[in-house]
């Protein structure tokens, strides 16, 4: 190597500029490696997403193999995600736990009515071979099995009685009075509109399916327009019964909220959905409210929340942010431990991650354990106080140092960063003893309306979407309080649609 103090000023002066230019480029190469990672990340990130659950069983190698092949199917997958790799082949063997004995067939519920099928011996078995006389019954080898016979439909004529006057015409004619309907002067029977309900919103069969049924199986041919057209009406008599629900949760203390995109049609772009919102307000194991949205903006919760004083649970979403000074927010540690359980999917070498999950796995252990022991919230605060708090100290301060070591921009460091930005409100649990953890009760809710959703498509106008945010929050509030649907809608709807008020829970 020439030393510099042999060189000319020139030739100095060429070296160092090397030099520096050569760490410029050192740097160049540093942040396109960065970003060559990050979106690596992204890549791997959507390969998760795109195979489902399977996914994971495939190593990076695999999956970018797959992605790169667009005719891939899923039986392929499989075959796929069952071929060793050489980390599956170096781990050793797992030991196989010993099957536990199978504790043999359930009965069938016992009050269902048995009908008897007896099955006789053929004629040859029933005569004995050797006397000829018939061959006593000792008694029968018995099994049961559930039967289902398809639905039947009939026609309900109702007669009105009509009386004339015998003696005096300007007594007019009396007609009976017509009875309470869901929907007044309509073909469908209270039955009919509520089972069509029940399995939409509850079993998540579209209207166009079950008209298909129908037709095919029945022969029945009604309009789809006709059945929707039903189910809107029981959903805007159920508006008011929500509309007192949402009253109930106003005057609480404690609410969680979610929210979850919609589509609806409008019309203002042709082929194309409007992605709307339906915000959900509840008490975990209390009732439900799903509020429709055409937007995710503040207006949505502000109007709704109005009046509310005390705690909300909720994730980071910036919508939720500056309702009012009576409003306290707390965190969701589902979705902080959601970032690092990605995290490690992307990068299953790193322990970082792991070790996190298994740190606020800690924290569950003690609230699976308060709901073993039933704990009321008084109760639930102090095992808190005595368990809780001091693994979340402790995780706080590895968050802070694994951030201080990793770079920025990666899904690590987003995890870190979101668990660190909402830490205040991820510890509002731990001195509230009716706070929730995490948001699931919220989430949970959600479910029915994103499996639904997979199956109706879409909302039809903006119009129908309150509508049908009133017979989700029903629908969720009797699966919650274990109230039966059927029984509770054909108590209440026809006394909406005639008009009667309704004695609601106080």
Same mark, same amino acid.
């Given at each position: 190597?020439i030393?510099?103090d042999s060189?000319s000023?020139?030739?100095?002066?060429?070296?160092?500029?090397?030099?520096g230019?050569?760490g410029?480029l050192?740097q160049v190469v540093?942040t396109?490696?960065?970003? #060559?990672?990050?979106?690596?990340q992204?890549?791997r /990130?959507?390969n %998760?997403?795109l195979w489902? &659950?399977?996914?994971e069983?495939?190593?990076?190698?695999?999956t970018a193999?797959l992605f790169?092949? +667009?005719s891939v199917?899923?039986a392929?997958?499989?075959?796929? =995600?069952?071929?060793?790799t050489? *980390?599956k082949?170096k781990?050793p063997?797992?030991?196989r736990k010993p099957?536990?004995?199978h504790p043999g067939?359930e009965?069938?519920?016992?009050?269902l *009515?048995?009908?008897e099928?007896?099955?006789?011996?053929?004629?040859?078995?029933?005569?004995?071979?050797?006397?000829?006389?018939?061959?006593?019954?000792i008694g029968?080898?018995t099994?049961?099995?559930l039967?289902?016979?398809p639905?039947?439909?009939?026609?309900r004529?109702?007669?009105r009685?009509r009386?004339?006057?015998h003696?005096?015409? *300007?007594q007019?004619?009396?007609?009976?009075?017509?009875?309470?309907?869901?929907?007044?002067?309509s073909?469908?029977?209270?039955?009919?509109i509520i089972?069509?309900?029940?399995?939409?919103?509850?079993?998540?069969q579209?209207?166009?399916?079950?008209?298909a049924?129908?037709?095919?199986?029945?022969?029945?041919?009604?309009s789809r =327009?006709t059945l929707?057209?039903a189910?809107?009406?029981?959903g805007?008599l159920l508006r008011?019964?929500v509309?007192?629900q949402?009253?109930?949760?106003?005057h609480t203390?404690? /609410?969680?909220?979610d929210?979850?995109?919609v589509?609806?049609q409008t019309?203002?772009?042709?082929?194309?959905n409007?992605?709307?919102?339906?915000?959900e307000y509840?008490? &975990?194991?209390? &009732?439900?409210v799903f509020d429709?949205q055409?937007?995710?903006?503040?207006?949505?919760?502000e109007r709704f929340?109005t009046?509310?004083r005390g705690t909300?649970?909720?994730?980071?979403?910036a919508?939720y942010?500056k309702?009012?000074?009576? #409003?306290?927010?707390?965190?969701c540690?589902?979705?902080a431990?959601r970032?690092f359980?990605?995290?490690?999917k992307?990068?299953p070498q790193n322990p970082? &991650?792991v070790?996190?999950? +298994?740190t606020?796995?800690?924290l569950?252990a003690v609230?699976e354990?308060?709901?073993?022991e039933n704990l009321g919230p008084?109760?639930?605060h102090?095992l808190r106080?005595?368990?809780?708090?001091p693994?979340?100290?402790?995780l706080?301060?590895?968050?802070v140092e694994?951030?201080?070591?990793?770079?920025?921009?990666?899904k690590?460091? *987003?995890?870190?960063?979101y668990?660190l930005n909402?830490?205040?409100?991820?510890?509002v649990f731990l001195n509230?003893?009716?706070v929730e953890?995490?948001n699931?009760?919220?989430?949970?809710a959600?479910?029915p309306l994103a499996l639904?959703?997979?199956?109706?498509?879409h909302?039809g106008?903006a119009?129908a979407?309150?509508?049908?945010?009133a017979i989700?929050?029903?629908?969720e509030?009797?699966?919650?309080?274990?109230?039966? %649907?059927?029984?509770y809608?054909?108590d209440?709807l026809p006394?909406r649609g005639?008009?009667?008020p #309704?004695?609601?829970?106080?």
């Amino acid at each position: 190597m020439i030393a510099l103090d042999s060189l000319s000023a020139e030739a100095r002066q060429f070296v160092q500029d090397l030099q520096g230019e050569v760490g410029r480029l050192a740097q160049v190469v540093r942040t396109k490696d960065q970003i #060559i990672e990050l979106q690596d990340q992204k890549i791997r /990130l959507l390969n %998760l997403q795109l195979w489902g &659950p399977k996914g994971e069983t495939i190593s990076p190698a695999q999956t970018a193999m797959l992605f790169d092949e +667009a005719s891939v199917t899923a039986a392929e997958i499989e075959q796929e =995600a069952g071929l060793p790799t050489e *980390e599956k082949e170096k781990s050793p063997p797992r030991d196989r736990k010993p099957r536990a004995q199978h504790p043999g067939r359930e009965k069938l519920p016992e009050h269902l *009515e048995r009908r008897e099928v007896i099955i006789p011996c053929h004629p040859k078995d029933c005569l004995c071979a050797q006397c000829g006389a018939e061959r006593p019954v000792i008694g029968y080898d018995t099994s049961e099995e559930l039967v289902c016979e398809p639905a039947t439909f009939h026609v309900r004529v109702t007669k009105r009685e009509r009386r004339g006057s015998h003696c005096r015409e *300007e007594q007019g004619v009396a007609t009976a009075p017509a009875p309470a309907k869901i929907v007044p002067k309509s073909k469908l029977s209270d039955e009919f509109i509520i089972e069509a309900l029940a399995k939409k919103f509850q079993q998540h069969q579209p209207v166009y399916r079950q008209c298909a049924v129908l037709a095919e199986n029945h022969g029945i041919d009604l309009s789809r =327009a006709t059945l929707t057209s039903a189910l809107l009406a029981a959903g805007d008599l159920l508006r008011a019964v929500v509309r007192a629900q949402a009253d109930e949760l106003r005057h609480t203390s404690y /609410l969680q909220a979610d929210e979850t995109p919609v589509p609806v049609q409008t019309g203002e772009t042709p082929g194309r959905n409007h992605r709307a919102y339906m915000w959900e307000y509840s008490r &975990p194991g209390g &009732p439900v409210v799903f509020d429709f949205q055409m937007g995710r903006g503040r207006e949505g919760p502000e109007r709704f929340l109005t009046g509310f004083r005390g705690t909300l649970q909720c994730d980071g979403c910036a919508a939720y942010d500056k309702l009012g000074e009576d #409003i306290h927010f707390a965190g969701c540690l589902a979705h902080a431990r959601r970032g690092f359980v990605e995290a490690n999917k992307l990068s299953p070498q790193n322990p970082l &991650p792991v070790e996190i999950v +298994a740190t606020m796995g800690q924290l569950y252990a003690v609230e699976e354990k308060a709901r073993q022991e039933n704990l009321g919230p008084a109760a639930r605060h102090t095992l808190r106080q005595e368990q809780s708090a001091p693994v979340m100290a402790a995780l706080q301060a590895r968050l802070v140092e694994i951030r201080g070591q990793i770079p920025p921009g990666g899904k690590l460091a *987003e995890a870190c960063d979101y668990t660190l930005n909402q830490w205040s409100r991820l510890e509002v649990f731990l001195n509230n003893g009716e706070v929730e953890i995490d948001n699931n009760w919220c989430e949970g809710a959600m479910r029915p309306l994103a499996l639904g959703r997979r199956n109706w498509l879409h909302i039809g106008s903006a119009e129908a979407g309150p509508k049908i945010a009133a017979i989700a929050s029903i629908v969720e509030t009797c699966r919650r309080l274990d109230i039966n %649907l059927r029984a509770y809608l054909k108590d209440v709807l026809p006394k909406r649609g005639g008009g009667r008020p #309704i004695a609601l829970p106080s």
